[in-house]
């Protein structure tokens, strides 16, 4: 059954992470920043299920983590969603840049 | 090498190649294609992992909503043909130099733990999640089941209210 190694899905959940990581770190778009945490949580998921089917077969409490960071990330992309269309409506632009009116 | 591990090292490389697309490219409209395309192929490793379940709720989660919602909102705030400035130089570098040494010493430590597999079946039945998912006993999920419903519901009315329009008389 494993004849892929768990270090391997480990590799790939964890370049996804940093790959997310780089997004964040260099865009400075609201939306896409929005994008890069999507695929930030993405890669947790793929670690919660890999985890789940190697290491304890006969449980199911990382599938049902996976079920609710889904849940969570879903909901969490709608209220993001809604403050940029309210942030675009008041300043005209959805750069980082441009909101600071509360920085200091 | 196995038809079952070639499978794997496609899809990984197609899930990785195009999440560096979508974080690295200047036009707001193809990031979000490539990360489209990237979350379908991670919906494909939870079918070489063999959990459906979970494979099926990713596409109709994030590929039929959160993607939707997302293109929605670039039509809603900007021109999807424009270019995005380009991130500045020292910017970029540290935040690449920063990546790589985060993923250097997560990777390390990864590699130096032994995680053995226990080699037992994976048994994801849907009926086997579904039980567990009302199941009020030990071990069962129906509490946070209830809480994560009752966050839905607060996180849809939240959005309703702040998105709508208050009216120039109101103000």
Redesign the interface.
Known sequence: ????????????S???F??????L?????L??M???I??ML?SV??NF??F???????K?DG??F???I??????????A??????L??SHHS?DVEDATEMKY | MTGYQITFYLISAFVLSMGILSVTTRKIFRSAIWLLFSLMGIAGLYFWMDVQFIAAVQIVVYVGGIVVLIIFSIFLTQQSGKEMEKAPLGRTIFGALAVLFGFAFTYFLIQQYDFTATGKLFDSDVARIGNAMLNTEQGGYSLPFEVVSILLLAAMIGCIVIALKIKPTEK
């Open positions: 059954m494993s004849e892929v190694p768990l270090s391997h899905i480990l590799f790939v964890t370049a996804l940093f790959t997310g990581m780089y997004g770190f260099t865009r400075r778009n939306i896409t929005l994008m890069s999507e695929l993405n998921n793929i299920v890999a789940n089917k190697y290491l304890y077969p006969e199911l599938i049902f996976t079920i609710f889904i849940t969570i990330a879903a909901a969490e992309a709608a209220v969603i809604a403050i940029i269309i309210n675009y409506r959805i």
